[in-house]
T-cell receptor, first 113, second 113 residues
Framework: AQSVTQPDIHITVSEGASLELRCNYSYGATPYLFWYVQSPGQGLQLLLKYFSGDTLVQGIKGFEAEFKRSQSSFNLRKPSVHWSDAAEYFCAVKRSNDYKLSFGAGTTVTVRA | GAVVSQHPSWVICKSGTSVKIECRSLDFQATTMFWYRQFPKQSLMLMATSNEGSKATYEQGVEKDKFLINHASLTLSTLTVTSAHPEDSSFYIC?????????FGPGTRLTVL
């Protein structure tokens, strides 16, 4: 079975500072990888995804993520956070031959002025 | 493109009543849809996979007679919470699958009194 680990439950960052959210997965082959953002009381919005190719992926809202096969990681980064980036972030993994997504526990990002 | 809607966005009902939640893919056809449940401050828990024209596949521990799923068309799946009780209060999110991605609805907040 595949699993997704987001080691950081809560991260507080100052506005304008950089942000990195960690995601590790366990799966025998290269999975499809996703990062979603959820604002309170809202559904999930896709930030970016990785299926194959260039391991550095650009997403919406200035986010990027890097797939590192050797570390089984897909960490999300943003060079300079805005107050509107305060939200819950979920990493998700999908096997290439399956419809299901496996989600990490999520990381809550708080942005301080 | 790839917009998914849910209705209602929130519902309050009395204990013992049934509640139906609709999930629609607005601009694409979805053979497969998913229903998730999310508790406060927690990740998404997959309840069931809904396949158009066939029976839903429920995850372990999810009562199929309690959570009735119907996927009668390629753009509509419904989740009916039967004989709802306060412990069924939660945030329910649907998604629709297309090209190895899942597109999420905005969620439905169910409160059972």
């Amino acid at each position: 079975a595949q699993s997704v680990t987001q080691p950081d439950i809560h991260i507080t960052v100052s506005e304008g500072a950089s942000l990195e959210l960690r995601c590790n997965y366990s799966y025998g082959a290269t999975p499809y990888l996703f990062w979603y953002v959820q604002s309170p009381g809202q559904g999930l919005q896709l930030l970016l995804k990785y299926f194959s190719g260039d391991t550095l992926v650009q997403g919406i809202k200035g986010f990027e993520a890097e797939f590192k096969r050797s570390q089984s990681s897909f960490n999300l980064r943003k060079p300079s956070v805005h107050w509107s980036d305060a939200a819950e972030y979920f990493c998700a993994v999908k096997r290439s031959n399956d419809y299901k997504l496996s989600f990490g526990a999520g990381t809550t990002v708080t942005v301080r002025a | 493109g790839a917009v998914v809607s849910q209705h209602p966005s929130w519902v309050i009902c009395k204990s013992g009543t049934s509640v139906k939640i609709e999930c629609r893919s607005l601009d694409f056809q979805a053979t497969t849809m998913f229903w998730y449940r999310q508790f406060p401050k927690q990740s998404l828990m997959l309840m069931a996979t809904s396949n158009e024209g066939s029976k839903a596949t429920y995850e372990q521990g999810v009562e199929k007679d309690k959570f009735l799923i119907n996927h009668a068309s390629l753009t509509l799946s419904t989740l009916t919470v039967t004989s709802a009780h306060p412990e069924d209060s939660s945030f329910y999110i649907c998604s629709a699958s297309q090209n190895n991605e899942q597109f999420f609805g905005p969620g439905t907040r169910l409160t059972v009194l």
